[in-house]
């Protein structure tokens, strides 16, 4: 029963894997389909609050505070490319997760096989590691399009787009990065240890 698990999981990965990529691909494309509706993009206000008490005419008891947090917009008349931009996130995400999927389930597969350190598993983590790396730097393309927006609507100056970066996917790649180069000199040395030639054995007279 384990071991049928374990001959079960490259492939229920890859499943998972290609699962993420169609929804990717299919979120982008139903977005592109929304065109020249409205689209949805991210701002925190460039207006301080009381700016923006004074525009709404809202008047706060003492002792209370609007907070200057991040927003929802909904802009007319948007483009294509605007569509696809504010969720180029979730696309690039699922594409990066199609691709990993491959890559872990031929990692799993040499473990498996009782063959792991191979030549090619260094290069499949230096790729792991650019994809996690990818996916991290994803988050700021919805960024870029609630600022394309902004700029097209006329509202650069009263909201900035919103920016969100976590170091987490920087710091994973990063770690990842640091294996492949380990494993790397491990495979080297294991291939050197191989070639070298065996000693012939005393011989006795």
Same mark, same amino acid.
């Given at each position: 029963?384990?071991?049928?698990?374990?001959?079960?999981?490259?492939?229920?990965?890859?499943?998972?894997?290609?699962?993420? #990529?169609?929804?990717?691909?299919?979120?982008?494309?139903?977005?592109?389909?929304?065109?020249?509706?409205?689209?949805?993009?991210?701002?925190?206000?460039?207006?301080?609050? #009381?700016?923006?008490?004074?525009?709404?005419?809202?008047?706060?008891?003492?002792?209370?505070?609007?907070?200057?947090?991040?927003?929802?917009?909904?802009?007319?008349?948007?483009?294509?490319?605007?569509?696809?931009?504010?969720?180029?996130?979730?696309?690039?995400?699922?594409?990066?997760?199609?691709?990993?999927?491959?890559?872990?389930?031929?990692?799993?597969?040499?473990?498996?096989?009782?063959?792991?350190?191979?030549?090619?598993?260094?290069?499949?983590?230096?790729?792991?590691?650019?994809?996690?790396?990818?996916?991290?730097?994803?988050?700021?393309?919805?960024?870029?399009?609630?600022?394309?927006?902004?700029?097209?609507?006329?509202?650069?100056?009263?909201?900035?787009?919103?920016?969100?970066?976590?170091?987490?996917?920087?710091?994973?790649?990063?770690?990842?990065?640091?294996?492949?180069?380990?494993?790397?000199?491990?495979?080297?040395?294991?291939?050197?240890?191989?070639?070298?030639?065996?000693?012939?054995?005393?011989?006795?007279?």
């Amino acid at each position: 029963m384990d071991r049928m698990i374990v001959n079960l999981t490259p492939y229920a990965i890859r499943f998972a894997g290609a699962v993420a #990529a169609i929804w990717g691909i299919a979120y982008a494309i139903n977005g592109a389909t929304r065109a020249p509706g409205y689209v949805t993009i991210r701002v925190t206000p460039a207006l301080e609050s #009381a700016d923006h008490l004074r525009l709404s005419g809202v008047d706060l008891p003492a002792g209370v505070g609007l907070h200057d947090g991040e927003l929802s917009l909904n802009v007319w008349d948007s483009t294509v490319a605007e569509q696809v931009l504010s969720r180029a996130d979730v696309l690039l995400s699922g594409l990066c997760a199609g691709i990993a999927a491959l890559l872990l389930s031929a990692l799993l597969g040499s473990v498996t096989d009782g063959r792991p350190f191979q030549r090619r598993d260094p290069a499949r983590i230096t790729w792991l590691a650019a994809l996690v790396i990818v996916w991290g730097l994803g988050s700021l393309l919805p960024g870029l399009a609630a600022a394309t927006v902004l700029d097209r609507a006329g509202l650069a100056e009263t909201f900035l787009p919103s920016l969100t970066l976590s170091w987490v996917p920087i710091a994973g790649g990063g770690f990842l990065l640091a294996l492949a180069l380990s494993l790397r000199e491990r495979v080297k040395a294991s291939d050197a240890a191989a070639k070298r030639p065996a000693t012939d054995p005393p011989s006795c007279s």
